[in-house]
């Protein structure tokens, strides 16, 4: 089905007339939200920027290409997307359309991640700053007038990112080493920030890859949570069936945390916000009766 719709985007864009954008001075895709969060952030008045997966309560791993999806990406002088496998899609759409105009910002590439690393590196720490940084060294080389502007707010974004990596750092320190799991390798990243010790990842890898866990894997988890071995269970709150809600259910009855994390960033809030957001609450989380 997925394959199907792709090829009908490629297929159909070339037919259809007209574009997305209003005529600012650099038009930008955003294969994710939190992408085109930063991508504004930095670009300011001088860019338009449209996010492709802007939906919290989709699943984005159910993503299908439309032939709208595959205009943006054409009429796009700028295309952000994570890569790592995380959206194939894009590649796709990017191949039907070619163009020595339009340039592309894969996040995956700037921090060195490869098709089989878990692909959620929005939650590296490491990651925001280098797509800003390349946003703003490629709105500079489109837009030279506005330099400046855009070096300015790279600045400002930088330093907005210290209140997090402060919140980071404090967290390690109170909670370093010890034990989290998850249903997913979603928020997998910021847990090695972090230094917590996340255990059942062969059960998570299943999940995240659309496998059934082993029995055995699903024995361990289970005994982790009534035994209490982890403080916290993190679990995705855009994909939950009725293996995530048993275990849910288990860690509420053993005393254990629960905290969901999103694949998409929600309504109203910024990537900063998104991110102090889930640190406070897994904070929290691991400072209660399990501890």
């Given at each position: ?136 060294a490629e709105f500079s080389s489109r837009d030279p007038a506005h330099k400046a502007d855009y070096e300015a707010r790279l600045a400002a974004f930088d330093a907005s990112l210290q209140p997090m990596l402060q919140k980071i750092a404090e967290m ?15 928020f997998g990243y910021m847990i090695d920030a972090l230094g917590y010790d996340m255990r059942n990842q062969s059960f998570q890898i299943s999940v995240m890859n659309d496998t059934e866990p082993s029995a055995s894997d699903f024995a361990a988890f ?70």
């Amino acid at each position: 089905m997925r394959k199907f719709a792709l090829a009908l985007a490629a297929a159909l864009f070339t037919l259809m007339p007209g574009t997305s954008f209003a005529g600012a001075s650099i038009k930008v895709v955003a294969a994710e939200n939190f992408y085109a969060d930063i991508a504004q952030q930095i670009g300011g008045p001088e860019v338009e920027v449209v996010s492709i997966l802007n939906n919290p309560n989709q699943d984005p791993h159910d993503f299908e290409a439309s032939p709208s999806t595959a205009r943006q990406i054409a009429d796009a002088e700028l295309v952000v997307y994570s890569g790592a496998d995380y959206d194939p899609w894009v590649k796709s759409l990017l191949a039907a359309s070619p163009s020595d105009h339009r340039k592309v910002i894969v996040a995956a590439d700037l921090v060195h991640r490869v098709s089989g690393d878990n692909p959620h590196i929005w939650y590296d720490p490491q990651t925001m700053p280098a797509v800003a940084a390349a946003l703003a060294a490629e709105f500079s080389s489109r837009d030279p007038a506005h330099k400046a502007d855009y070096e300015a707010r790279l600045a400002a974004f930088d330093a907005s990112l210290q209140p997090m990596l402060q919140k980071i750092a404090e967290m390690k320190q109170k909670h370093a080493g010890d034990a989290v799991t998850a249903t997913e390798p979603v928020f997998g990243y910021m847990i090695d920030a972090l230094g917590y010790d996340m255990r059942n990842q062969s059960f998570q890898i299943s999940v995240m890859n659309d496998t059934e866990p082993s029995a055995s894997d699903f024995a361990a988890f289970q005994e982790d949570l009534k035994t209490r071995k982890v403080k916290v269970l993190i679990y995705n709150d855009q994909v939950t069936d009725d293996m995530t809600e048993k275990l849910k259910e288990l860690a509420q009855q053993s005393g254990v945390g629960i905290i969901g994390v999103t694949e998409t960033l929600p309504a109203g809030m910024t990537y900063q916000s998104w991110m102090m957001d889930e640190l406070t609450r897994l904070d929290k989380a691991m400072s209660g009766p399990a501890s």
